[in-house]
C-alpha cells in the first residue's frame, strides 16, 4: 500500500530552487511544513501531496504554481525570483509526522495512528460517537469508554460534555481515523482535577 502525506502533517524535506539558467535561488538541507499551511511556492506543497517517504523528484514549476507575474525580490540568502518565471526543483520528501499541534500553543496534539475516511470533519454542534481510553502520565486509565462490547461514547461537540481537548481533537478528526491525542491540564481538569501537573492521554476512534 501507498502511503501519501496529508493536509496537517508536518512535514520534513529537502531541496534546492533554480531558475532556468541554473541560478540558485534557495536551498535547504531540511525544513519542516504543513501542507495546509503551504512553503516557499504552492508548487512543493502539491507535490509533496503526490510523494511517498523517501522519494526525490525535479520538478518544473511553471509561473502560476512559483510566484506568478510579480516574482519575488532578493531577501537575505533567498535569491530574487524574476516575473513571471519557472522554477527547477530537486525536492526530497524525507519522511512525515502524522502529528497535528490542534491549539497551536502544543497543549493538545494529535497523532493519527490510522487515517479516517474522506476529508469531512465536524463542527460546532455535530453529535459524534467514539470510543476512548484517558490515562495519566504514569499510564494509569482513569476513564475507558466504548470498549468491551460496550456502545460508543456519544456527546455533542462545544456544549461542554466534554473537556475542552477532547471536543477540539475530534473536531479534527475524520470518520473512523484512530488518533493519539496528549491534552495538557489547561484543556483537561487544570490544576484542581485528578490529573493536576499531569498530561491527559486519549486515544480515539470515530
Known sequence: MCFHPRLRWRIPVKYVAKLEDGTVVLKSDGVEFTVEEGYFCPALAKAVMTMKKGEKVILTAKPEYA???N???ASGDEGAVPWNASLQIDLELVSWKAVSDITKDKKVLKKTLKEGEGYECPNDGAVVQVKLIGKVQDGTVFVK?????EQPFEFKIDEEQVIDGLDK???????AEVALVTIHPEY???SSGSTQKSTLVQSILK
Open 67 to 69: 510566484f506568478g507575474e
Open 71 to 73: 516574482g519575488r525580490p
Open 145 to 149: 469508554k466504548g470498549h468491551d462490547d
Open 169 to 175: 481533537a475530534v473536531m479534527n478528526m475524520k470518520k
Open 188 to 190: 483537561a481538569f487544570g
